[in-house]
């Protein structure tokens, strides 16, 4: 089990790095110990930077705060209500800002201003709201459907976000914490990837043992994985270069692999498509599972149902047999057991999806029938990204 000392020996691999600051994310959360109250404005802002986050790299999103902050007026709500959301998104992805979610957040951000409204009526202001109960019950409001606070295109992690941007402490279930602590990592879960709740207790433990504050424990395990940052504990690790690699089951299980290679052949090595971006990556063993599937399936799944009940309805044919449906949701998955790329980059925009077609073209080229099944496989992935866009 990881301790203390785990995240003292990552904070120092940084810092010889020189991409972990001198806060390392807690200087909000030291503002607010101090007696700092976040004003409107400053919620706001921490709503939009949160939302920003997402399936972007944001070591870049960091050096275009300013032009971020002049985008939206300096977060004046009497001018971001003049514009519409088309206006903001073309400002962001004029600095090169913008994600596949942009389109639907800034179609929700006059909503979301409505709710924070709302909730000022309610409580008093955004700071008294969110130090009215344990961070975690406000997340739910935040997040849970049936909240009449919610804010649209907030999930959980992007409502944790939030809260640390005005100085509420924290741990964000985000990709990377939950498969750093997953059982093939850290193993502080059984599961491959971390429950929520699993990611608050590890990373509450850990901010008591050090004295740190849980969003800086947060932030040295985010940073140790991220793009633009650390990159060690990545989708396909750099296991050579990692500090805390004997505590990590994914080295071990590397090392007992080494030891079989020179008597026993892979399982299967998939050859891959011929973009170059295909081309570059290398093919790795079947996995048995993954992140994404342990997270998603039950609520994909359900997602299926009711998506293929409503197609069958309007066209007057029959429901799909739940057999059927589970082996959608299964084929949904197969680029994660056969290629090593974290399986949420295919789902970045139009031309990664393309990608995936052909990834999925190069390894299904020996079935009876590869067009068919491939046409298949992409139709499931198109309705999963459907079911990622409602997520988020």
Not at 2 to 29: A, P, Y
Not at 64 to 90: A, C, K, P, T
Not at 163 to 172: C, H, P, Q, S, T
Not at 272 to 280: H, I, K, N, R
Request: charged letters at 25%; one cysteine or more; a neutral charge.
């Amino acid at each position: 089990m990881i301790d203390k000392n785990t995240v003292f020996q990552i904070e120092k691999f940084l810092r010889n790095k020189k991409v972990l600051d001198d806060s390392f994310g807690g200087l909000k959360m030291q503002q607010r110990k101090d007696g700092k109250t976040f004003t409107f404005e400053e919620h706001l802002r921490a709503l939009i930077y949160a939302q920003m986050s997402a399936q972007t790299v944001w070591a870049h999103i960091e050096q275009h705060f300013d032009q971020i902050d002049e985008i939206f007026f300096h977060y004046d709500i009497s001018q971001i209500n003049l514009r519409d959301g088309e206006y903001f998104v073309d400002k962001i992805t004029s600095i090169s800002c913008g994600s596949r979610l942009t389109h639907s957040q800034m179609a929700a951000l006059h909503k979301n201003i409505a709710v924070m409204q709302k909730i000022v009526h309610d409580y008093g202001s955004m700071d008294i709201f969110v130090t009215s109960a344990p961070a975690p019950e406000i997340v739910l409001l935040l997040s849970d459907a049936d909240s009449r606070y919610k804010l649209a295109q907030v999930g959980p992690a992007l409502a944790w976000e939030y809260l640390r941007n005005v100085g509420i402490d924290g741990a964000k279930p985000d990709l990377h914490m939950k498969r750093i602590l997953g059982r093939n990592r850290l193993a502080c879960s059984k599961n491959e990837a971390t429950s929520d709740e699993e990611v608050y207790q590890t990373v509450k433990k850990l901010s008591e043992e050090t004295g740190y504050f849980m969003a800086q424990i947060d932030y040295i395990f985010w940073c140790f994985c991220a793009s633009g940052k650390g990159e060690v504990c990545t989708a396909d690790p750099h296991c050579s270069i990692c500090p805390v690699k004997k505590d990590c089951r994914h080295r071990s299980k590397a090392v007992s692999a080494e030891a079989r290679e020179s008597s026993e052949k892979p399982i299967e090595q998939m050859p891959l498509a011929d973009s170059p971006s295909v081309q570059a990556h290398t093919p790795i063993r079947r996995m048995t599972g993954g992140i994404y599937r342990d997270q998603y399936y039950d609520a994909f799944l359900d997602y299926l149902k009711a998506r293929t009940a409503q197609d069958a309805a309007q066209n007057g044919n029959c429901p799909c047999s739940d057999s059927k449906l589970k082996t959608m949701a299964t084929d949904t998955f197969f680029l994660e057991k056969h290629d090593g790329r974290d399986f949420g980059y295919w789902f970045t925009n139009d031309q990664t999806m393309q990608e995936a077609g052909l990834c999925l073209a190069e390894n299904l080229k020996t079935r009876r029938n590869p067009a068919y099944d491939c046409k298949r496989y992409m139709n499931c992935m198109i309705l999963f990204r459907e079911f990622l866009h409602r997520k988020d």
